[in-house]
């Protein structure tokens, strides 16, 4: 199983981005897809996840009205459209899968990818 994260980069307060997670080697559409963000010295966070079916879970606090997250299961790949960036969002940002429930715990997900990082300067 391989997942590919790309489409990070350097942007400004109130950019946009999107990432995309690219995933082979497993049964994509039977999977949860999450993004995960990890900041140096900080555990691995939750930002958002999506079932087979399309339906969506965002850390409430932090992303969700700027981040959506979506899945193309013909292409085996999810995306991460992420609106409004602020510095805090700066982060290597994460993909990974698992199945067959939907979870927020990253030790729950099975594989992952690579990394791709964000930095959002003020």
């Known amino acids: 199983v391989q997942l590919q994260a790309f489409g990070g980069g350097s942007v400004e307060a109130g950019a946009s981005l999107r990432l995309s997670c690219a995933a082979s080697?497993?049964?994509?559409?039977?999977?949860?897809m999450g993004w995960f963000r990890q900041t140096p010295g900080s555990e691995r966070e939750f930002v958002a996840a999506?079932?087979?079916?399309?339906?969506?879970?965002y850390d409430t606090d932090s992303v969700k009205g700027r981040f959506t997250i979506s899945r193309d299961n013909a292409k085996n790949t999810v995306y991460l459209q992420m609106n409004s960036l602020k510095p805090e969002d700066t982060a290597v940002y994460y993909c990974a899968a698992k199945r067959p429930i939907l979870t927020r715990d990253p030790l729950h997900y099975n594989y992952w990818g690579q990394g791709t990082l964000v930095t959002v300067s003020s």
């Open positions: 080697g497993l049964t994509f559409r039977n999977y949860v």
């Open positions: 999506i079932r087979s079916s399309g339906g969506s879970v």
